[in-house]
């Protein structure tokens, strides 16, 4: 079983819909969890992160945690052409030290 | 203020070859992570130095082994290349205290 899971996509949504992006965890010693943006070609940039159970809004993201169900997600409101990417899940699990467990990524279309 | 730094960019070997690469962390920072990326799939963690020593290892062959030197930057060599080596190369830095990855813009690395 994969440490995190992510719907490969493609997701495609119209220009200033609200994006939904999921991802599933296994460990419940899971601590800390990351979401980053990757363009094509490109290196995974930072979007949010997220420790707590609840919502975590940063401008048009927000990231919800849920760790009774093991899941967290990412929201893109107003959602623009320019976020169209794929999206990386990223865990860090207790007493792993500085590692992270990525999913394989949502591919995210955002149509004009 | 540089951000994470990798050379080469872009890197042609025959199998069976060695190969170096090499990653600059952002200042400030003193922990350098090492990921494989395949194309299509979300990053995999390789290792992870600190203080010039290996701290975390992932599922990785010894064929891949690493270094840190008293100025932070890092390698990363792989030795006795297959083709299924072949993959984009992201270094990542962060603080040790802190979680917060900054990636760098990866090797890509073509096995023939």
């Known amino acids: 079983q994969k440490e995190v899971e992510q719907n490969s996509g493609p997701l495609s949504v119209p220009e200033g819909a609200i994006a939904s992006l999921n991802c599933t965890y296994s460990d419940r010693g899971s601590q800390s969890f ?8 490109k290196s ?16 048009r993201f927000t990231a919800q945690l ?15 052409p320019s976020d169209s990417a794929t999206y990386l ?3 860090n699990i207790r007493n792993t030290g500085n590692q992270f467990y990525f999913g394989t990524g949502t591919s995210l279309t955002v149509i004009p | 203020d540089a951000g994470v730094t990798q ?10 070859q060695q190969v170096t690469l090499r990653c600059s962390p952002k200042s400030g920072h003193d922990t350098v992570s090492w990921y494989q ?22 599922n990785f062959p010894d064929r891949f082994s690493g270094h840190q ?3 932070y930057s890092s390698e990363l060599n792989v030795n006795a290349l297959l083709l299924g080596d072949s993959a984009l190369y992201l270094c990542a830095s962060s603080l040790k205290s802190n979680y917060g990855y900054t990636f ?6 073509t096995v023939v």
Request: overall charge neutral; charged content about 20%; aromatic content about 14%.
């Open chain 1, 34 to 41: 990351f979401w980053y943006r990757q363009y094509s070609g």
């Open chain 1, 66 to 80: 849920n760790k009774a169900s093991q899941y967290v997600s990412l929201l893109i409101r107003d959602s623009q």
């Open chain 1, 89 to 91: 899940c990223a865990v």
């Open chain 2, 37 to 58: 990326q395949a194309l299509g799939q979300g990053p995999q963690f390789i290792f992870q130095y600190y203080e010039e020593e290996e701290r975390q290892r992932g």
């Open chain 1, 44 to 59: 995974p940039e930072l979007i949010m992160f997220i420790y707590s159970n609840g919502d975590k809004e940063d401008g």
């Open chain 2, 104 to 109: 760098g813009s990866g090797t890509r690395l």
């Open chain 2, 69 to 71: 030197f008293p100025n």
């Open chain 2, 7 to 16: 050379s080469p960019t872009h890197l042609i070997k025959t199998r069976g």
